[in-house]
């Protein structure tokens, strides 16, 4: 199913429809899921802001050119970052997965996360919802999304009300990808990264029914 749902489909057109799909990580303390409520789409060697701009190839960003599925992970001033390539094997695009509202494992969440006062707090931010998974290494990097312990879900899904689309996040002197619209969220919902509290609807997260 994860193939044909990425198949034949821009990255953009991923990006957005990935929103509500779901994120599933079996570990030893069992489940731990969330829906993904947030991601920015990176378009390879021609995007400044992507790791891949100009051809660049190297052992870090591999699984860049691996074939759509593959899992990227990399890591950032401490943090680890998830990433699903998206494209045919030698295209190196992706999508950055920026927030997901947990579903099953909450309470490990919790404990890998050490309890944040708020639930929101828990994975509104990509490094974030990597600490609450219990993914700290990069011992998933250049697996893929179908046989590993991480999954992505793309048949239990819930449907946004509405999709919001900004520029991407800590994008700086990159000329127009700066601000090129890149960053798709659910609106409204808490576990969006940086959203502020008067934006949230914390009734029905920005879902459909």
């Known amino acids: 199913m994860l193939d044909d749902f990425l198949a034949g489909r821009s990255t953009v057109e991923i990006a957005r429809d990935l929103l509500g799909k779901k994120i599933c990580y079996q570990t030893p303390q069992g ?123 793309v048949t239990h899904y819930k449907r946004p009300l509405a999709i919001a689309e900004t520029g991407r996040i800590g994008i700086n002197d990159k000329g127009e990808w700066q601000t090129a619209p890149l960053r798709f969220y659910v609106a409204h919902n808490p576990f969006v990264s940086k959203l502020a509290k008067r934006e949230m609807n914390l009734e029905n997260n920005g879902w459909q029914k």
């Open 31 to 153: 489940i731990i899921s969330g829906y993904i409520v947030e991601d920015e789409a990176y378009l390879g060697q021609r995007d400044r802001a992507a790791h891949a701009f100009g051809g660049h190839r190297s052992k870090k960003n591999e699984a860049l050119y691996w074939p759509a599925g593959t899992i990227y992970i990399y890591t950032i001033y401490g943090q680890f970052l998830l990433n699903i390539i998206t494209q045919k094997k030698g295209n190196p695009q992706g999508i950055l997965i920026r927030g997901v509202e947990p579903d099953a494992g909450v309470a490990q969440m919790q404990l890998n996360r050490h309890r944040p006062k708020r639930l929101y707090d828990l994975t509104n931010g990509p490094g974030k919802l990597m600490s609450a998974f219990g993914i700290q290494n990069l011992n998933l990097n250049l697996k893929n999304y179908v046989s590993s312990p991480l999954t992505l879900d």
